[in-house]
């Protein structure tokens, strides 16, 4: 089945300590989100990938860095990982531009990377 | 600037009960809406969406929508729930005439008692 896939699923790291998160995809689709959750809120965008742009969002702190290699992948990297950035990661993944609104506006999220740090 | 909101953060029901879950939207252009459920520790599973068409929208699970656009509302209904409906409801929009980026609303815990 076609899906999205994080990895790991649970990610400990220590304060200060840079960690990767990674995001793969076998659906072929062009847009990738990284989302943080954290507890009891509603997940917030990071940024996304449209092919190879990237765009960040405005209140995106700098210690969040992405990289998208090719199109099924995407890291996400925090260079300094604080106690309040413990939470859980979600990667999404979408079409864009293909000009039919039923394939171009749907979200399909992975299963998360819950993220403490000690 | 656009916006949703969960007019309810939890909702306590007993199964085989009927359950509504509301979320209003806030915004100058025309939407997309979405529900997403998700369990413990996952990912977000879309429920259902409305694009455009009908505005009575029915999802998995056995769950239904309504987009009332001149009430801005796109209430989440089930007529009879179990207790594997348990879970975090989210209501998100996105907006045409760009990328789909979605808004999402705080968040709706649903919790169905025996």
């Known amino acids: 089945d076609a899906m999205v896939i994080q990895n790991p699923r649970y990610q400990v790291t220590q304060f200060g300590k840079p960690v990767t998160l990674s995001c793969s995809q076998t659906l072929n689709h062009n847009v990738m989100y990284w989302y943080q959750q954290k507890s009891s809120q509603a997940p917030k965008l990071l940024f996304h990938y449209y092919d190879k742009d990237f765009n960040n969002e405005a209140d995106t702190p700098d210690n969040f860095q992405s990289r998208r290699p090719n199109t099924s992948f995407c890291f996400l990297d925090i260079r300094s990982p604080g106690l309040g950035d413990a939470a859980m990661y979600l990667c999404?993944?979408?079409?864009?531009?293909?000009?039919?609104?039923?394939?171009?506006?749907?979200?399909?999220f992975g299963p998360g990377t819950r993220l403490t740090v000690l | 600037a656009q916006s949703v909101t969960q007019l309810d953060s939890q909702v306590p029901v007993f199964e085989e009960a009927p359950v509504e879950l509301r979320c209003n939207y806030s915004s100058s252009v025309s939407v997309y809406l979405f529900w997403y459920v998700q369990y413990p520790n996952q990912g977000l599973q879309l429920l259902l969406k409305y694009l455009s068409g009908s505005t009575l929208v029915k999802g998995i699970n056995g769950f239904e929508a309504e987009f009332n656009k001149s009430q801005t509302s796109f209430h989440l209904r089930k007529p009879s729930v179990h207790i594997s409906d348990t879970a975090e409801y989210f209501c998100?929009?996105?907006?045409?005439?760009?990328?789909?980026?979605?808004?999402f609303g705080a968040g709706t815990r649903l919790a169905v008692h025996p």
């Open positions: 999404a993944t979408s079409r864009a531009g293909t000009g039919e609104v039923e394939k171009d506006n749907e979200q399909f």
């Open positions: 998100a929009v996105s907006f045409s005439g760009g990328y789909n980026k979605l808004i």
